[in-house]
């Protein structure tokens, strides 16, 4: 909470801002300005803050989210995506922050950030059990005038820094000043420098090809899996990649968590088939077909929205299996794609889930057959 002085708080209230005040040093609660004299702005001894306005949704309650009068350049900022919360600091510079300010969804802080969310969800009949809170990777630069430029305002004679006041001298532009940014080497080629030229144009990427070759960057300079499965994200909710690209780099994450954890992340063996079970051999293994099922049903739904929320796949993946097993018109078939249920690496909660839907199916099969012998 800001601590406002009486001039400050003034401004605020004429600028339409609910004002509370109370004693200054005190440990005390601020109340509404109606319980104080109206004289209170010229009074000593006290102190204002802006009274922080909540709002209600499905149920829950959250601060109103912030406008674009409540922001100012690099202020820290909490946005509302449908996946998730995004930790960043605030720039006009982009676009897609502007609108997200402006459209309602950004917090000050983390905690009214994800109750929005869950509101949200809960509104859509949506259940968010796990809204996360991500940090951005974008930080804004600050500018910095280059040597040059300080030299070219110092005109001899002239003290440096009187230039603006000296009458018949223009002040001339500052160049913005962009750190060196290292080029991906080819092969085994040293790390190259390139001094790059950014503009406001410039700030946003908005080529697939060279969004492609970024993220293959990243992807291959990753040391952890956590790293790799967080990075999905960014991706996955870009709106400048198709859904090749996506598929493409989907791909890229799965070879590198391969890479990083051959353990957790090999495909499993398929036991050994005898020769009364080889009919099946050429079939792709249940797994694989649920999550391909899943995979093009998730990049369906992703190339219609614009964007594709992390966990979309693994939704998709959770409802195919949970299909499949009602599919299966035996007990012999449904015992055939247990298997598939582990190999799903699901959530605790969820795998559990799965294992009960699959027990009252195996139960109803059973007793189907029992009434037709």
């Known amino acids: 909470m800001k601590i406002l002085n009486s001039k400050e708080a003034f401004e605020a209230m004429m600028a339409g801002r609910n004002i509370m005040c109370r004693a200054a040093g005190k440990l005390m609660d601020f109340d509404d300005l109606s319980q104080f004299p109206a004289t209170i702005f010229a009074m000593p001894g006290y102190e204002f803050c802006i009274k922080v ?23 820290e900022i909490f946005l509302v995506f449908p996946h998730c919360v995004v930790h960043t600091q ?58 040059k430029a300080k030299e070219d305002t110092e005109q001899p004679g002239i003290p440096a820094g009187l230039g603006d006041a ?20 080819e092969a085994s080629s040293a790390p190259t420098e390139v001094s790059l030229e950014k503009t406001e144009e410039d700030s946003v990427e908005t080529d697939p090809v060279k969004l492609v070759e970024k993220f293959t960057a990243q992807i291959d300079q990753f040391t952890t899996t956590q790293d790799v499965l967080s990075f999905r994200h960014v991706f996955l909710a870009n709106g400048y990649l198709d859904q090749k690209d996506q598929q493409h780099l989907c791909k890229l994450t799965e070879d590198k968590l391969l890479e990083l954890d051959p353990e957790q992340y090999a495909p499993k063996a398929e036991p050994e088939l005898s020769p009364d079970e080889v009919t099946e051999v050429a079939q792709p293994s249940f797994i694989d077909q649920i999550e391909n099922a899943a995979r093009k049903q998730a990049s369906v739904e992703s190339v219609e929205h614009g964007s594709a929320p992390i966990d979309l796949f693994y939704k998709k993946k959770k409802q195919v299996l949970i299909n499949r097993i009602y599919d299966m018109d035996s007990v012999e078939t449904l015992e055939r794609l247990a298997p598939a249920i582990p190999a799903a690496k699901l959530l605790p909660a969820d795998h559990q889930e799965l294992l009960s839907i699959y027990a009252q199916r195996k139960d109803a099969l059973a007793a189907e057959t029992g009434e037709t012998s």
């Open 166 to 185: 000296v009458p018949g001298i223009e002040k001339q532009p500052e160049p913005e000043v962009v750190p060196p940014v290292k080029v991906v080497p």
């Open 90 to 147: 605030f720039t006009s510079l982009s676009g897609k922050y502007v609108e997200c300010v402006k459209n309602g969804f950004a917090q000050m802080d983390q905690e009214n950030a994800e109750l929005q969310l869950q509101a949200i969800g809960k509104l859509l009949g949506r259940t968010i059990a796990y809204p996360l809170t991500l940090e951005s990777h974008y930080k804004p630069e600050k500018k910095r005038r280059s040597r």
């Open 53 to 75: 306005e909540t709002m209600e949704l499905a149920g829950i309650t959250f601060t109103k989210p912030l406008t674009l009068n409540d922001v100012v350049e690099d202020q």
